[in-house]
């Protein structure tokens, strides 16, 4: 039984490049989400998934960041032109979208942009 | 405005004795609560849950509180053992939509033996 997968768990770019994340769900949960957290805080909503429509994007900090889900699996986390405010840990999250009520996290992707 | 406070940064207990984590939140419509724990360089793991229609749920030396009028809840861990040592997050979860979590900012609690 895998549970959520994200790769890659390291990524430093520089400041005005593009990166993306990717995330493995448990198989068969069909919410996704994002969150991140940023040194010393808690972790911040950023996106939800329903299989793969993408219902509630309004923790999406600017328009620099998207993402997109396909298959009712893979997600992938774009942030353009990165900034040094974008660092932080990335971490996706899946739910069964039957009956579940608890969401279960992947490791997390340690972003660093220079 | 922050929805999910914990206001203790760190918690020092004694291997043995109780640690009390708290949790306290402003948003009267959250109807299900979770507590997660974190090690470093690791992805939250989910702890324990309560729903708002219950005021108390008990795993194994893992036991949360909820106190609805208070709009508070409690983590008990009973003993405390070092592996226990961790950063415990609260988290509460929006009513319909996407069911966002909402975390706290979380306590680092330290067991020593």
């Known amino acids: 039984g895998a549970g959520v997968s994200q790769s890659p768990s390291n990524k430093v770019t520089e400041k005005g490049k593009d990166v993306e994340l990717r995330c493995d769900p448990i198989s068969g949960h069909t919410a996704l989400y994002w969150y991140r957290q940023s040194l010393g805080q808690g972790l911040e909503f950023l996106i939800y998934?329903?299989?793969?429509?993408?219902?509630?994007k309004s923790g999406l900090p600017s328009d620099r960041f998207s993402a997109e889900r396909t298959g009712g699996s893979v997600s992938t986390l774009t942030i353009q032109r990165t900034q040094q405010e974008d660092s932080a840990v990335y971490l996706c999250?899946?739910?069964?979208?039957?009956?579940?009520?608890?969401?279960?996290f992947g490791p997390g992707t340690r972003l660093t942009v220079l | 405005d922050q929805q999910v406070k914990q206001n203790s940064p760190s918690l020092s207990v004694q291997e043995g004795r109780i640690s009390i984590l708290n949790c306290d939140y402003t948003n009267s419509m959250f109807d299900y609560f979770l507590w997660y724990k974190k090690y470093p360089a690791e992805g939250p793991t989910f702890l324990i849950s309560?729903?708002?229609?219950?005021d108390k749920n008990e795993d194994g030396r893992f036991t949360v509180f909820l106190n609805k009028s208070a709009k508070h809840l409690s983590l008990h861990i009973v003993p405390s053992q070092p592996g226990d040592s961790a950063v415990y997050f609260c988290a509460a979860r929006s009513q319909g939509g996407s069911e966002k979590l909402v975390f706290g900012k979380g306590t680092k609690l330290t067991v020593n033996p």
């Open positions: 999250a899946s739910r069964s979208g039957t009956d579940g009520l608890t969401q279960y």
């Open positions: 309560i729903s708002s229609i219950k």
């Open positions: 998934f329903q299989g793969n429509s993408a219902p509630d």
